[in-house]
């Protein structure tokens, strides 16, 4: 199957400063890719959706100005939490779909483990 | 829209014993419907996944799902668990030409010794 490669894997960072994550698809042309965020013990919720080279949607109570999202190539996504603060904590996890055939089924990466201290 | 339940936030089964952890969907058009389990601090791995063609599908580690049109269910299950197979599962749906998958909120499976 495709590889979806999500970088980096675990990152700890002081409050008030900004932290990317990134989201490559290795394989295959990501024409869509998706940011979840998984509280401890809950399920995967979408933050946003992202086209290449289109603004990315967020869901309804997701801050855009927060989190950024940049799908500047069907290869690469990134996601910056700016100013982050400890609430921020969490577990984000990226997917990417590809046209035609792979349209199926959306690819995950490995996630990223986010501590704000 | 579309939705999933997830009955059971916890599952315990003896090592050896029938695995079955439940999902039912909502969805207004053909569903895809999808299982992942996720290890801990790990990612999401793909099982198996429901894409229209035979309503039993097979998936990776000895796992099975059946849909069930008439009952809007996809439910999970394994012959006999095995101690590795500890983890949370996830059951997803998604449109036919949508993008957007919608998860359960997870069952926990437990697998004594």
């Known amino acids: 199957g495709a590889v979806v490669s999500q970088h980096p894997s675990r990152v700890i960072c002081k409050s008030g400063t900004s932290v990317k994550i990134e989201c490559r698809s290795l394989?295959?042309?990501?024409?869509?890719m998706f940011w979840y965020r998984q509280f401890p013990k809950q399920s995967l919720m979408l933050m946003a959706t992202s086209n290449e080279g289109s603004k990315a949607t967020y869901e309804q109570g997701v801050e855009k100005d927060k989190f950024l999202i940049n799908h500047a190539s069907l290869t690469l996504s990134t996601l910056t939490v700016t100013s982050a603060h400890p609430e921020d904590s969490s577990f984000y996890i990226c997917s990417a779909r590809g046209p035609d055939r792979l349209n199926t089924e959306a690819f995950f990466g490995q996630g990223t483990r986010l501590t704000v201290v | 829209a579309q939705s999933v339940t997830q009955l059971g936030s916890h599952v315990s089964v003896s090592e050896g014993a029938l695995v079955l952890l439940r999902c039912n969907y909502s969805?207004?058009?053909?569903?895809?419907l999808f299982w992942y389990v996720q290890y801990p601090n790990q990612g999401l791995q793909l099982l198996l996944k429901?894409?229209?063609?035979?309503?039993l599908v097979k998936g990776i580690n000895g796992f099975e799902a059946e849909f069930k049109k008439s009952e809007t269910s996809f439910h999970l299950t394994k012959p006999s668990a095995h101690m590795s197979d500890a983890a949370e599962y996830f059951c997803a749906v998604s449109e036919w030409t949508g993008n957007q998958f919608y998860f359960g909120t997870g069952t926990s499976l437990t697998v004594i010794p």
């Open positions: 969805s207004s058009v053909p569903p895809y």
């Open positions: 394989d295959f042309q990501a024409t869509t």
């Open positions: 429901y894409t229209s063609a035979a309503t």
